[in-house]
């Protein structure tokens, strides 16, 4: 019995409870976040080093903090930010999976996990593109962050105005029309979020295929970590599921 064939029950769905998700998704969450810290510490790292020897430096100036301890916190900063993004992942996907048009449960997780990162990175990332270290802003931090957040706040709202016009039109027409619009709808809702929100330029001091070469292999890190969640969720939630078989027999 998978925990997606449990929702066609109320009581063997309310036997997934909250401290059962809530394992599934630290969990997932810790897997997830290892991965990152491991791809961070492979791939950015060293890029992000490189980056540093074309900022203005100081003579016999010297690092303030030991390299081994960036990395270190850096791997355990991934690793926490893994279990709290699962977390929220998980209690989401127990709330909306039925909803998902597809009937392969680990594809519902995928599909959730896709829409997450466009969501919380792809998106964000077209207007605030993520910058190694010798990259200046014409925006302050604090613009930035509230940028960011607004465009998520904004990705949360298009997705839910996408799945609602996927549901209706697909139900009416076909599936491809509902696929249509509500991508027509989404992409509406960003480009006016962008439009609405300060000018954003930046002005690097490193070479161009070294700034493109963190950029890309940043969103590629932030994918693996989001498809290793929508991977695993549903195997989670099953694990941590074993008392629903005895709901079964009454």
């Not at 279990?83 to 392969?104: A, D, E, G, H």
């Not at 839910?160 to 599936?175: H, K």
């Not at 509500?182 to 960003?190: H, S």
């Amino acid at each position: 019995m998978t925990y997606a064939t449990q929702q066609a029950s109320p009581a063997i769905k309310s036997s997934l409870d909250f401290l059962s998700i809530l394992k599934a998704g630290i969990v997932t969450g810790i897997v997830a976040g290892t991965s990152l810290g491991g791809l961070l510490l492979l791939f950015l790292t060293p890029i992000i080093l490189e980056a540093e020897t074309y900022e203005v430096q100081i003579p016999d100036s010297h690092p303030l903090i030991p390299r081994n301890v960036v990395h270190f916190w850096t791997f355990a900063g991934a690793i926490m930010l893994g279990i709290l993004y699962s977390i929220i992942f998980t209690f989401v996907y127990t709330l909306v999976q039925y909803r998902i048009p597809v009937k392969n449960a680990q594809f519902k997780g995928l599909i959730l996990a896709l829409n997450g990162f466009l969501v919380a990175v792809l998106v964000p990332s077209l207007y605030l593109p993520p910058n190694p270290p010798g990259i200046e802003t014409s925006l302050s931090v604090m613009t930035r962050q509230s940028i960011f957040f607004a465009i998520i706040i904004a990705g949360i709202l298009a997705s839910i105005v996408f799945w609602m016009i996927y549901s209706r039109v697909s139900r009416r027409y076909s599936p491809i029309s509902g696929l249509l619009i509500g991508a027509f709808a989404f992409v509406v809702i960003i480009i006016t979020v962008f439009l609405l929100s300060p000018s954003n330029s930046n002005i690097p001091s490193v070479p161009s295929d070294l700034l493109w070469k963190y950029r890309v292999e940043n969103l590629g890190a932030m994918f693996a970590f989001w498809a290793i969640m929508g991977v695993m969720v549903n195997s989670m939630l099953d694990h941590f599921g074993p008392h629903v078989r005895s709901v079964l027999h009454l």
